[in-house]
């Protein structure tokens, strides 16, 4: 443990932050320039293999940057791309990142850290930087955008030089410190552990712009919300954000016991994809896809009397012909990913004939994050964390996630020595409630700690 970190742990002051020496590397789960390819004519690309934990030079930072002591961070499935170096190599976004030049060139390098999420403490603040110093704690957005473009003033999810942080650039989360951004900074939330505030920022933002903003489906009371995957990363926080606006969400998933969690989560109606024929991700036909469309159209109409206003889907290639099948006329289909396959085939007659609208969605514009961060401050939107690793374990992590063996967020722990620690509001804490708080983990909350990082806590273990 070196000096800085040190300082950290023990809750030290601004001052004790700023005098601590910087040290000359740190730990980081990085990937190699040297292993692109040694997945080639392989089934199996196992990301455990491609993955290391060891030490990374600190770099430079800019101007407009932050060093943040990473307490946790989170698996994104960004990750397993970078990890299995598809469907393209990252080190290829570093070059071309470090083609800008000056301190852009930092990125490229011959060893890639990864990592899009983050909680954790302030510790060096470039001289460009105005509203954060050492010692205040933080989650990370994922999102860096140009500030110089005309159209990131507009959307920063518009701007060209818009880029997805520890997967299009260098420095990622998922490590003892990460360089980022001022601009992707927000305050942690008080009552929450560095675990839970790091596995919510990029899947929350992001069902919040594809659900709630006026750059997404903007849904409304009332509204019936068809929701893919309804017990990951981004399937959980969306029936949150259903719930919150007064709508009905309708989750799917792929089991009896994903189903049982996500009706702890207060989601409304639970469809077994199973059930309706639904138990592959291989690509339909087209009268497959009209067959199971009017088989979970009945399913829908059974339950709620109607078709749904909105369908959530980042499957991709496995669900959205029965996407646009299912939504209502005039309704929307909103996607930000494919899991399954970025080839999508629909049958465009029920597009266009019905006056649906498809809505492409990537992350979130720093105002999007901030009002999404604010619910969660509200105790209106919970964490989803359903595991816990030790960084040392982040292949095993990267693992569940790539095999989507896991339900909600799985988490890592970077400088946080156990679970539990960062809460710094305890009252709020308590008020929730540990249900409220965890709804797919069990945690015992009178055992969590109120005195911020150097705070003691029984830690729970792995609850797979």
């Known amino acids: ?58 770099p430079d930072l800019a101007p407009d940057e932050v060093l943040v002591a990473v307490m946790a961070s989170s698996i994104n499935y960004n990750t397993v791309w970078s990890a299995t170096f598809e469907p393209v190599s990252s080190f290829q976004f570093l070059r071309r990142n470090a083609r800008e030049g000056g301190y852009a060139a930092r990125h490229d390098l011959p060893y890639h850290v990864v990592g899009s999420d983050a909680s954790g403490v302030v510790v060096r603040a470039g001289a460009g930087v105005r509203h954060w110093r050492a010692g205040d704690h933080v989650v990370v957005s994922c999102v860096q955008v140009d500030d110089q473009e005309p ?45 839970e505030s790091a596995g919510v920022l990029l899947t929350a933002a992001t069902s919040y712009r594809m659900l709630v903003s006026d750059n997404g489906a903007r849904i409304k009371q009332g509204d019936i919300v068809l929701i893919w995957g309804a017990t990951g990363g981004l399937g959980a926080f969306a029936v949150q954000l259903v719930k919150n606006a007064g709508g009905i969400p309708i989750g799917v998933v792929s089991s009896e016991r994903k189903a049982r969690l996500l009706r702890s989560l207060g989601c409304d109606i639970v469809i ?25 159209g009945r399913a829908i109409r059974d339950a709620v009397g109607e078709d749904p206003h909105v369908v959530f889907d980042f499957i991709g290639q496995a669900t959205f012909g029965l996407s646009v099948f299912v939504v209502r006329r005039g309704g929307t289909v909103v996607t930000c990913g494919s899991s399954t396959g970025y080839q999508h085939h629909y049958d465009n007659r029920y597009l266009w004939m019905n006056l649906k609208r498809i809505v492409g969605s990537h992350a979130a514009n720093l105002q999007e994050q901030w009002e999404c961060n604010r619910l969660v401050q509200l105790g209106h939107v919970a964490p989803v964390l359903s595991d816990v690793y030790p960084l040392h374990e982040v292949g095993e992590a990267a693992r569940l996630v790539q095999q989507n063996k896991h339900v909600g967020k799985v988490g890592v722990l970077c400088l946080a020595p156990e679970e539990g620690l960062g809460v710094t509001d305890p009252e709020k804490r308590a008020a929730l409630g540990a249900q409220a708080l965890n709804p797919l983990r069990t945690i015992d909350t009178d055992s969590v700690s109120g005195s911020g990082v150097s705070g003691s806590a029984a830690s729970p273990g792995r609850n797979s």
Do not use: C
């Open 151 to 195: 159209a990131t003033h507009a959307d920063g999810m518009l701007g060209s030089g818009q880029r997805i942080w520890g997967y299009e650039t260098n420095f990622g989360g998922l490590a003892h410190y990460a360089v980022v951004r001022a601009s992707q900074l927000l305050t942690k939330p008080a009552h929450l552990t560095w675990e």
């Open 1 to 58: 443990m070196d000096a800085l970190a040190e300082a950290v742990l023990a809750g030290g002051a601004a001052a004790d932050i700023e005098s601590a020496p910087l040290p000359d590397d740190y730990l980081g789960a990085h990937l190699r320039a040297d292993d692109v390819g040694m997945f080639d004519g392989v089934a199996d690309k196992d990301v455990r293999k491609s993955l290391h934990v060891g030490r990374i030079p600190m």
């Open 272 to 296: 077994n994809r199973n059930e309706i024929g639904l138990d592959s991700d291989e690509p339909l036909t087209p009268q497959d896809t009209i067959d199971r469309g009017k088989r979970l």
